[in-house]
């Protein structure tokens, strides 16, 4: 499942699964703009590419981080969804957040929605939200990887 | 100063700089490792390239994250220190490894070190000492970057 571990550093073994540009991009999709579909990842304001968006959600899949399952409103689209793992990945981005707000020029846009970053506080309450949308009826909070129909 | 900038959301502008699988190891090493030098960093086990040690030095010494010092023991030899803008990347480091703690294979040499990161606690302490060791007398605690005087 994994190309390449370089090491067993905690750190290391992160990065080398959302160690690049785009894969924390297509979470921040399913977290927090509730982009389900590929082609809403596709028109995301930073166009990445079809190739890299297909190879990084294949990866997200093998890795139990995301499950696609078949749309219940459009039989032919597949929806995506996050499972505990990927949720986990919530402090990540909001720590680095955290760190934009301080020292990069986040567009106005983004400030207003800034509190839950700035303070570090209310994860909790958003990782529950994310459970109530992302994982199905019936899967355990600690389900690593889920079953795909499509 | 940024090469690309993809968007203003604040996790993508994060990444625009360190969204990579090699930057934040060079953030690391100079945080838990005490490798201030350009070889010790080259000899970390995950074998980085010298050009892309190179690089990205480079480019966190233009961001204002790092700054290079004549080692005072070795006039020969450059020392890099964390900035403030450096050390406030802490944070995400820890949570990068609270989630590889939980779902990567991380080798049992880093297991016994792994309280502060799973806690998420003592983060406060740790940048207080990293100010300590980094940022040299005079500093105010805001420098976001510093004269190279090599």
Chains 1, 2 share one sequence.
Not at 24 to 52: A, P, Q, V
Not at 75 to 99: C, F, H, N, R, V
Not at 108 to 115: G, K, L, R, S, T
Request: include cysteine; charged fraction near 30%.
């Amino acid at each position: 499942m994994d190309e390449k571990i370089r090491s067993g550093c905690p750190v290391s073994l992160g990065l080398d699964i959302f160690g690049d540009r785009w894969t924390l991009l297509i979470i921040r999709d399913l977290m927090f703009s509730g982009k389900r579909h590929y082609r809403e990842m596709l028109g995301s304001e930073e166009h990445i590419s079809t190739n890299i968006l297909a190879d990084r959600l294949k990866m997200l899949l093998d890795e139990g981080i995301v499950v696609k399952t078949e749309d219940p409103s459009h039989k032919q689209k597949a929806i995506y969804s996050l499972t505990e793992k990927g949720i986990d990945l919530l402090p990540i981005l909001m720590q680095i957040s955290s760190w934009s707000y301080k020292y990069r020029p986040v567009d106005e846009a983004y400030v207003d929605n800034a509190a839950p970053y700035e303070q570090g506080g209310d994860w909790d309450d958003l990782m529950t939200e994310l459970r109530k949308v992302h994982l199905r009826p019936g899967d355990a909070p600690t389900v690593s990887n889920g079953p795909s129909n499509t």
